[in-house]
């Protein structure tokens, strides 16, 4: 048994703080990746409320035109060429909410169609989403 603790010395200053600089430089190379991987995550979060936002407000006008379309059905002189303005605030974030409306009119089916983009800007961050779609009317 004392064959094999016969150095009893045990580590000199100069050994600890060189291993107390590679441990530092180690878990400093950890908490940036973290605080990295943190704020795109929260990036991430953001731009999802911004697209499912705006995916939910072209729904909402799908499912009821004349809450944002006045008149509804358009008109030939109205043209239904407004934009229709709101802001919306989730989770103490403010989003500014943009509904274009114009008058297409399909000439071969004879459908009349009015298509509907839908914009949607966060107001503490640059995220932006857009969609479009279409409402039918007659």
Known sequence: MRFYMNNDRGFTLVEVLASLVILSIVLTSFTVVFANTNRLAVSNNEKLVVINLADAYLERVKANPSEFITPFPPTIQNASKGKVQSSFE???KKYKVTIKISQTTDEFNKLSLLNVVVTVNS??????????GYVPYD
């Open 90 to 92: 989730m989770n103490s």
């Open 123 to 132: 107001e503490t961050s640059k995220h932006k989403s857009s969609v479009e």
